[in-house]
Nanobody, 119 residues
């Protein structure tokens, strides 16, 4: 079974930092795109950052300059370094992995990890 195993969430003060990790287990497949989404209560799930296997990145305007996404293709792991955290960053963060396999699309989601920013 393919699973995305997340870690690194928690409670931090405004201005603090966290680093989220997401490792794909159960497969050696190199995903085309790995990404982080977040969802606050009562709101839609929005893209935070994404990275391709080649290293191209994309960020939501709300986190640009504060968050950095990176990946280790050998470990099939994606990271999200979050600096200068704000209360509005509070949400459940979900890891996503997407790719193609001989014309078929595969997509997986992590279980979500809570990030809470409060004083």
């Amino acid at each position: 079974q393919v699973q995305l195993v997340e870690s690194g969430g928690g409670l931090v003060q405004p201005g603090g930092s966290l680093r989220l990790s997401c490792a794909a287990s159960g497969t050696t497949f190199r995903f085309d795109t790995m990404a982080w989404y977040r969802q606050a209560p009562g709101k839609q799930r929005d893209l935070v950052a994404a990275i391709t296997s080649g290293g191209s990145t994309d960020y939501a305007d709300s986190v640009k300059g504060r968050f950095t996404i990176s990946r280790d293709n050998a470990k099939n792991t994606v990271y999200l370094q979050m600096n200068s955290l704000k209360p509005e960053d509070t949400a459940v963060y979900y890891c996503n992995a997407d790719g193609g396999f001989f014309g078929a699309t595969i997509n997986y989601w992590g279980q979500g990890t809570q990030v809470t920013v409060t004083s």
